[in-house]
């Protein structure tokens, strides 16, 4: 079945340490996104990726990392520099059908907390 | 910049009971989502409403959309537990994103 893989499901980062998140897709899409999902709010994005070997900043990509080597993978580091970095991280693809129909596809998310 | 309001923030409704949920935005655009997502869990699509005056309908929630106000409403018809979530309205931004709203977080009541 096509989907999007998250990985892993629950993560814990030790102070100053570098952790990676993994997104997989095999839906063929050609753009995808990492949001971030603080408790009671919603989602804001932290990277945007719409073809292999290039992405863009989002709102909040300060102290995070991106790379988008394979159009498949879209790995995201959280560096040390991210001083609050638990949350509820969705890696998402998109389907679009048209000019003016896209539809976002989620992945199951990663929690990370704190150590 | 684009901004995505959501109110009410938290609804508490009883079964049976009907309601509305609305979402406002703040600068031109004409793809609104619904997406729901249950606690612990991934988001689902709802509803893409695509052009002014979009209506659709699934099961016991209907989504419209209102361009010239940039108000979409999803509103809830005899609510039963199973629809107990947060919703979540979002645009279009720039081509490049789509920006939530804060979420809905809805409870039903027996």
């Known amino acids: 079945d096509g989907g999007i893989t998250q990985s892993p499901k629950y993560l814990f980062r030790k102070e100053g340490q570098n952790v990676t998140l993994s997104c997989e897709q095999n839906l063929n899409h050609d753009a995808m996104y990492w949001y971030r999902q603080d408790p009671g709010q919603g989602l804001r994005l932290i990277y945007y990726?719409?073809?292999?070997?290039?992405?863009q900043k989002g709102d909040i990509a300060e102290g995070y990392s991106v790379s988008r080597e394979k159009k498949e993978s879209f790995p995201l580091t959280v560096t040390s520099a991210q001083k609050n970095p638990t949350a509820f991280y969705l890696c998402a693809s998109i389907r679009r059908t048209g000019a003016t129909n896209e539809k976002l596809f989620f992945g199951s998310g990663t929690q990370l907390s704190v150590l | 910049e684009l901004k995505v309001e959501q109110n009410p923030l938290f609804l508490s409704m009883q079964e049976g009971k009907n309601y509305t949920i609305y979402c406002n935005y703040s600068t031109t655009s004409d793809r609104l989502y619904w997406y729901r997502q249950d606690p612990g869990k991934s988001l689902e699509s709802l509803f893409v409403l695509l052009s002014n005056g979009a209506v659709k309908q699934e099961g016991r929630l209907m989504a419209s959309l209102d361009t010239k106000a940039r108000l979409s409403t999803l509103h809830i018809t005899a609510a039963v537990h199973d629809l107990s979530a947060t919703y979540f309205c979002?645009?279009?931004?720039?081509?490049?994103?789509?920006?939530f709203g804060a979420g809905t977080r809805l409870t039903v009541k027996p």
């Open positions: 979002a645009v279009w931004y720039n081509n490049n994103d789509m920006r």
């Open positions: 990726s719409q073809i292999v070997n290039d992405f």
